[in-house]
Structures are given as structure tokens and as C-alpha cells.
């Protein structure tokens, strides 16, 4: 069964910069697309974007576009979440977890693919 381990969060000021990583065990990331996902308090989880196994695409939400970089290290079997820009909107709980993934990119819309998450990492953005 696999796992996912997110790491990273903190208390960041508005305008900051921060960096989560997934640690992934039991499989490895050569054949699963990876998608990042956050649950702000009172809210659903929303997805945020994700990494393809298979050219290393990757896909965002518009909320989080051009300030949120996804990248992977497939020998670490860990992919990071670069947050940089952050505001207020982006304090949430986040985790990690595999999504669909595929020829035309990964796709995170649809949720979990195999319903693994890890314990999630906490973002606060406050001054």
C-alpha cells in the first residue's frame, strides 16, 4: 500500500515564499502522476495542481497559476510544491496524493486515484 508524506509548512508573511515536499513510499513515481491538493478551514479541498509521470507536465489551478511550481525528483521519490507570492487565500492544509495520469498529462480534477493521503501540512499566510 503506499504512502505519502508531506512536509514543509509554516507560518509565512504575505508576499512569501515557501517550499512542501511529498515523500512517496510503496510505489514509485515513474508511473503515477502526483497532485497537490488544499483544504482551507470551512472549505472542500480544492486541487491545485499536479505532475505527469510521463513528460513531467504539469497542470495548476488558475488561483495558484504562475506563482505555484511544481517539480519532481523521481531517485528522492519526492515531489515539491514551490509556493512563492503567497497571500491570504493560500493558508490551507495541504497534502498530496496520486491522481490521474496519462498520454494527454495528469488530471487532477477527478480527485485521488487510489484514495492515499498522507497527515497534510499546515500554511498559514499572516502578517
Known amino acids: 500500500q503506499g504512502q505519502l508524506e508531506e512536509s514543509g509548512g509554516g507560518l509565512v508573511q504575505p508576499g512569501g515564499s515557501l517550499r512542501l515536499s511529498c515523500v512517496v513510499s510503496?510505489?514509485?513515481?515513474?508511473?503515477?502522476?502526483i497532485g497537490w491538493f488544499r483544504q482551507a478551514p470551512g472549505k472542500e479541498r480544492e486541487g491545485v495542481g499536479c505532475?505527469?509521470?510521463?513528460?513531467?507536465?504539469?497542470r495548476y489551478a488558475e488561483s495558484v497559476k504562475g506563482r505555484f511550481t511544481i517539480s519532481g525528483d523521481n531517485a528522492k521519490n519526492t515531489v515539491y510544491l514551490q509556493m512563492d507570492t503567497l497571500n491570504a487565500d493560500d493558508t490551507a492544509v495541504y497534502y498530496c496524493?496520486?491522481?490521474?495520469?496519462?498520454?494527454?498529462?495528469?488530471?487532477?480534477?477527478?480527485?485521488?486515484?487510489?484514495?492515499?493521503w498522507g497527515q497534510g501540512t499546515q500554511v498559514t499566510v499572516s502578517s
Open positions: 505532475i505527469s509521470s510521463v513528460d513531467g507536465r504539469t
Open positions: 496524493t496520486t491522481v490521474v495520469d496519462g498520454t494527454l498529462g495528469c488530471d487532477y480534477a477527478l480527485g485521488s486515484l487510489h484514495g492515499y
Open positions: 510503496g510505489f514509485t513515481l515513474d508511473y503515477y502522476g
